[in-house]
């Protein structure tokens, strides 16, 4: 039996370390749907989970963060980053190169 595709996502964000983040596709590529970037952040918005499954480490390709964080916005994203480490720019950006975990 094959998990969903929701599922799937949730057990490779879980992965995810604190003072890490990663990107969508990141995500998608991880769970062999390299195409499905979008249909990963459906998965995120609707996090049955929060605070078990960390969402809030999950940012666009180019560093931002995500302006529809679903669980307090983006203050509330950028917020949880730090608090684990996370360097987070004025302009709502982290330095994938520094930040990025590798699956």
């Known amino acids: ?55 809030h480490r999950v940012i666009f390709a180019n560093g931002a963060l995500s302006y529809g964080f679903a669980f307090g916005g983006l203050e509330a994203q950028k917020a949880m980053l730090i608090s684990e480490g996370v360097e987070v720019s004025a302009d709502n950006k982290v330095d994938l190169k520094k930040y990025r975990f590798e699956y």
């Open 1 to 55: 039996m094959t998990q969903n595709f929701f599922e799937r996502v949730y057990e490779v964000v879980k992965k995810v370390p604190k003072g890490k983040v990663t990107t969508y596709g990141d995500v998608a590529r991880a769970i062999g749907a390299p195409r499905c970037s979008r249909q990963v952040g459906w998965a995120l918005h609707v996090n049955p989970e929060q605070g078990v499954i960390p969402c």
